[in-house]
């Protein structure tokens, strides 16, 4: 027959038509222990299309987050750690994921120089997780990393102040010292702001 020595699609003798959802789930850990990110959410995806009813799913799609995560592309990370939340919003690692959020933003804030929109993307997700009923660890977490990014913003205000006043517009000075002062008070820097806004007061 024209057939004769053709291999079928329905007999595929491959490893990965044997390989059991367990096999698939332990290699793709060593991989991410191995720092092989890329392989180890291509096994996982595979995992996921090939064993839809594997028990550890939940596990799949936050171990995908977290690959995206920590190989720094932050932007997937967040949309995979959604899309875990969307389908497993009763999950004992939901605080975790929705911390991961705020720290997928958090870890895109650079120097002085930083945009304030991403900032307050980072506040406003870790705001989620002190909301939740029971955010535990991570609640804590969260509110240390709000201190922090609230400490970000008033940093960039000091910068800018300084930098008004090194050009002579201390009316631009004052404004951003005040901001300081009603924004971010208690973050250390009301001295500094206070100091700047009675010395130029008059200028």
Request: charged share 35%.
């Amino acid at each position: 027959m024209f057939l004769a020595g053709c291999p079928s699609i329905w007999n595929l003798d491959s490893k990965e038509a044997k390989e059991s959802p367990e096999e698939a789930y332990k290699q793709a850990q060593d991989l991410l222990k191995d720092k092989k990110y890329f392989q180890a959410i291509e096994n996982l995806e595979k995992l996921k299309s090939a064993h839809p009813d594997f028990k550890e799913m939940p596990e799949v799609y936050l171990k995908i987050a977290d690959a995206f995560f920590d190989e720094g592309s932050y932007d997937k990370a967040i949309a995979r750690y959604l899309q875990f939340l969307e389908l497993y919003p009763n999950n004992s690692d939901v605080a975790r994921a929705k911390y991961q959020i705020g720290m997928a933003y958090f870890n895109q804030i650079k120097g002085t120089d930083l945009d304030n929109s991403v900032v307050r993307s980072a506040i406003q997700a870790f705001k989620v997780v002190t909301e939740l009923p029971e955010p535990g660890e991570w609640g804590k977490k969260a509110e240390e990393k709000i201190n922090e990014c609230r400490k970000k913003l008033a940093e960039k205000e000091i910068y800018k102040a300084n930098t008004y006043i090194s050009l002579g517009n201390y009316k631009a000075a004052k404004l951003a010292a005040q901001r300081v002062l009603d924004d971010f008070p208690k973050l250390g820097f009301d001295e500094v702001a206070g100091d700047w806004i009675k010395k130029y007061q008059d200028r």
